[in-house]
C-alpha cells in the first residue's frame, strides 16, 4: 500500500529525507563503511549498560556521552554539503578524509579529558593549569564547530555571542552592562564543572533521552510506524477529509515515540500527503496539515521532543508532573486540528477515500497489536508504577528487542519459510536499530552540549540582570514580556532544534516571567513559564522563512515550502494562543487540580475554546464566518479559556468560575443557529 499513492520521485525524496533524519550524512566504502554503525552501536549498548548494570559518575556519564556524539559527528558529517575552497575533501561524502578522523580523535579526547583527569582537576576548582585551557579551549572549538555540521549555525553563533558578552560585560552600556569574567574562569566554568557544556540538559540526554530514542529506533525499525498510519487510515479514512484526519492521528502517535518532527513527516508523511492530494487537497494545504500534526507530536506525552525530561529537571518533579501538566493542552491542540482539518474539507467539499482503498479494520489492528505491547508497559511503567523514566525506557526497550527478535520467524512460520534466516533478519534489525539509535541521538546530544555554553554565560552571574533587561524593555509588563519572549523563541528556534531552543529561553527568560508575574500580582507557577518556552520553540519548526519541517513537507507535496510553511503556521496559530492562557489559568495545566471530573471539564472547555478560535481564524464554522461574528468566536474562546478572568469581572467567587463556562457555551450554540440557518445559502467552496 505504501507505494500506490507514491511515484519515483516522491519515493527518492522520501528515502533521502529518511537518510538524512536517521544520521546517514556520509557512505564510506571499504571497511571504513563499518565504522561509523559500529561506534553507534558500541553508544547505545554503553548506555544501556549504564541504565541497569553499570554505575558511573554523573560526570563520567556525561564525558562519555558527548565524547561518543563528537567521533560520529566529524566521522559522519561533511564540514560543507559543497565543495569550498576547492578542497573536495571537506564536502566528501564517499570516504572519511585524514583531516575529519584526526578532528574526531581531538574532540573526543577533549570531551574525556575531565573524565582521565577527575580527581586532579577536583582538587584545582577554580585554578585550571596550563593543559586544562588548552583541553578546554579544543573542546569548545570543536563543540561549535560539530553543532555547526549538525544543526546549522544558528547555535553556534548564539554562543559566541554569549561567549563574547561574558568578556566584553564591562565595556556594555549601562543598562546591559557586566562584571565580565577571566579566561580561566571561564574555561574552568564551561569545561570543568556541570555548569557548562557538562551541565544539567547533558546529563538528561545522557541518562534518560538517549533510550527513549533509542526505543523510538527499534519501533520504527520494527515496522511501528507503517504500523500507526495504516491504523489510522483504517479508522479515518473514510470520513470527510479522512487522510488528513489519518495524517493527524497517525503523527500523533509516532510524535509520542519519536520527538521529532522531520522524523514524524518523514515517517507519516510520505504515506498520508499523496493521500490528501488524491481526495482534492491541494499540495501547499496536504503538506501543511501534515507540519502542523507532525509538529504538535512533540508536545503529546510522554518524549515531548526530549524537553519533558529536562523541565522535570529544571523544575524540580517528578517527570509524571510533567506530562500530567502538559497533557490538556496537547490533546486540546490536536482536537483543534482534527477540527481544522474539517473545516477545510467543508470548504474545498471533499470526501473521503472508498472503503476498498483502505486497509481493513481488525486485520490491520490483529497485524500490529504487538506494537502496543511496549508502548502499553512504557506507560504503564511511567503513570502507574511511577518508575523512573530511564528504568520505564530500559524495560520497554527490552520488550522490544523481543518483539523484534520474535516476529520475523513468527511471519517465516505463517508463510512456511526457513525459520533460521528468519531470525538472523531479527538479529540485524536489533543491531540497525541501535546504530539507528546512536546516529538519531547525536543532534540532540550535540545541542543540550551547545546550549550548555549559554546556560553557563547566565549562570557566571547574569540571571539576575537578565531579569532586569527583560523587566525594562517590556516596560515590567508581563503581556509585552510574553509577547517579546513569544517573538524570541520563534525568531532563534527557527535555527535550533527545539531541544536547545527550549534550553536557550528557559535559562533567559523564564525566571524572569515568575519574578515580573509575581510583581505584578499574577502568580505564576514555575511549570508554566518552562512549558511557554516550550511551545514557542516547537512552533518555530514550521514558521516561515526557515521552518525546516516545513520543507520536508513540501518536499514530499511538490507545494513551495515558504507558502507551506505560512499555510502550516496559520493552522499552528490554534497552538499558539495556549501559552497565554495557561500562564494566566493554570487550570489548564492541572495546577493543584486534584479531581478526575474537574480535570475532565478543564479539557473538555480547552477543546471547545480552541475549536472556537479555530473557526475565527480559519474563517469557517457550519458555513463561511460573517465579519461581525468572528469577534465573537474570539470572545467564546476568552470565556472557555479564562474562566477566572471572567468570574472576577461578575464578582463571582474563584470556586464559582467554572459556571461561567455557560456564558461561552451559549455564545457559540447562539453562532451555531445562526449559521445553520445560512446553510442552504451559502454552498461550500469547490476549489479541490
Not at 149 to 156: K, M, Q
Not at 204 to 225: D, T
Not at 500 to 513: D, E, N, R, W
Not at 586 to 612: E, R
Amino acid at each position: 500500500m505504501n507505494n500506490d499513492f507514491m511515484n519515483d520521485s516522491d519515493l527518492e525524496i522520501a528515502e533521502k529525507l529518511a537518510e538524512e533524519e536517521a544520521g546517514i550524512h556520509r557512505k564510506p566504502h571499504g571497511w571504513s563503511a563499518h565504522v561509523i554503525p559500529t561506534i553507534a552501536v558500541i553508544w547505545s549498548l554503553f548506555q544501556l549498560s549504564i541504565a541497569k548494570w553499570v554505575t558511573l559518575s554523573s560526570t563520567y556519564t556525561r564525558a562519555i556521552h558527548l565524547a561518543f556524539a563528537l567521533l560520529i559527528v566529524f566521522l559522519n558529517y561533511p564540514a560543507f554539503k559543497k565543495s569550498r575552497f576547492g578542497l573536495t575533501m571537506l564536502s566528501a561524502s564517499d570516504r572519511i578524509p585524514l583531516i575529519d578522523w584526526i578532528l574526531a580523535g581531538m574532540a573526543s579526547w577533549s570531551a574525556l579529558y575531565l573524565l582521565i583527569h577527575y580527581e586532579s582537576i577536583s582538587n584545582r576548582i577554580g585554578q585550571p593549569i596550563f593543559m586544562d585551557i588548552v583541553a578546554g579551549s579544543i573542546l569548545l572549538i570543536l563543540l561549535l564547530e560539530a553543532a555547526r555540521r549538525v544543526i546549522g549555525p544558528a547555535l553556534p553563533i548564539i554562543a559566541l555571542a554569549f561567549t563574547g558578552y561574558a568578556f566584553l560585560g564591562p565595556h556594555m552600556p549601562d543598562l546591559i552592562a557586566f562584571k565580565g569574567t577571566s579566561l580561566n574562569r571561564y574555561i574552568g566554568q564551561m569545561t570543568m564543572s556541570t555548569e557548562g557544556i557538562y551541565g544539567v540538559p547533558l546529563d538528561v540526554s545522557a541518562k534518560i533521552v538517549f533510550l527513549f530514542v533509542l526505543f523510538g529506533a527499534m519501533l520504527e525499525r520494527a515496522g511501528g510506524g507503517h504500523y500507526f498510519i495504516r491504523m489510522a487510515l483504517s479508522l479515518l479514512g473514510g470520513f470527510k477529509g479522512g487522510p488528513a484526519k489519518a495524517a493527524i492521528l497517525g503523527s500523533g502517535l509516532t510524535g509520542m515515540v519519536s520527538g521529532s518532527s522531520i522524523a514524524n513527516i518523514v515517517t507519516t508523511g510520505t504515506f498520508t500527503i499523496p493521500m490528501m492530494k488524491k481526495v482534492g487537497y491541494p499540495p501547499t494545504k496536504a503538506a501543511a496539515i501534515e507540519v502542523a500534526a507532525s509538529t504538535d507530536g512533540q508536545l503529546a506525552p510522554p518524549i515531548m521532543g526530549a524537553a519533558a525530561f529536562i523541565i522535570a529537571e529544571y523544575v524540580n518533579v517528578p517527570y509524571v508532573e510533567v506530562v500530567k501538566a502538559a497533557i490538556v493542552p496537547a490533546f486540546a491542540s490536536y482536537a483543534a486540528l482534527f477540527y481544522i482539518s474539517h473545516i477545510e474539507a467543508c470548504k474545498l467539499g471533499l470526501k473521503g477515500l472508498p472503503r476498498k482503498e483502505l486497509p481493513p479494520f481488525f486485520a490491520t489492528l490483529i497485524s500490529g497489536i504487538h506494537f502496543l505491547l511496549p508502548l502499553s508497559f512504557l506507560i504503564y511503567e511511567l503513570v502507574v508504577m511511577r518508575h523512573s523514566p530511564e528504568l520505564a525506557a530500559f524495560n520497554a526497550i527490552w520488550i522490544m528487542a523481543i518483539i523484534m527478535l520474535v516476529q520475523e520467524p513468527v511471519k517465516a512460520y505463517i508463510r512456511k519459510e526457513p525459520l533460521v534466516p528468519a531470525l538472523v533478519t531479527g538479529v540485524k534489525n536489533i543491531v540497525a536499530a541501535l546504530a539507528m539509535g546512536g546516529r538519531n541521538m547525536v543532534a540532540v546530544a550535540l545541542a543540550t552540549a551547545a546550549a550548555g555554553i549559554i546556560v553557563g554565560v547566565v549562570a557566571l552571574g547574569l540571571g539576575g540582570l537578565i531579569t532586569q533587561i527583560i523587566d525594562v524593555i517590556s516596560m515590567g509588563n508581563i503581556y509585552l514580556m510574553l509577547v517579546i519572549t513569544a517573538l524570541a523563541s520563534l525568531l532563534i528556534g527557527m535555527g535550533l532544534p527545539t531541544t536547545a531552543t527550549y534550553i536557550v529561553m528557559a535559562s533567559l527568560t523564564a525566571p524572569a516571567i515568575v519574578t515580573i508575574g509575581g510583581a505584578q500580582d499574577f502568580i505564576v507557577p514555575l511549570m508554566s513559564a518552562h512549558l511557554f518556552c516550550f511551545y514557542f520553540g516547537i512552533l518555530a519548526d514550521d514558521t516561515p522563512p526557515v521552518g525546516l519541517a516545513a520543507y520536508a513537507a513540501a518536499a514530499i507535496a511538490k507545494a513551495p515550502p515558504i507558502q507551506t510553511g505560512i499555510q502550516g503556521f496559520m493552522y499552528d496559530i490554534r497552538t499558539a494562543i495556549l501559552p497565554f492562557m495557561f500562564i494566566f489559568n493554570s487550570d489548564l495545566i492541572l495546577h493543584n487540580v486534584t479531581s478526575w471530573p474537574q480535570g475532565i471539564l478543564i479539557f473538555v472547555m480547552a477543546c471547545m475554546g480552541n475549536f472556537a478560535f479555530a473557526s475565527a481564524t480559519q474563517g469557517w464554522f457550519i458555513v463561511r464566518n460573517k465579519k461581525w461574528e468572528i469577534p465573537l468566536f474570539l470572545a467564546a474562546t476568552f470565556i472557555l479559556m479564562r474562566p477566572d478572568q471572567i468570574a472576577s469581572w461578575l464578582g463571582m467567587a474563584q470556586d464559582q468560575r467554572y459556571w461561567t463556562y455557560l456564558i461561552g457555551l451559549a455564545l457559540l450554540g447562539a453562532l451555531m443557529i445562526s449559521q445553520k440557518k445560512r446553510r442552504p445559502d451559502e454552498a461550500p467552496l469547490q476549489t479541490a
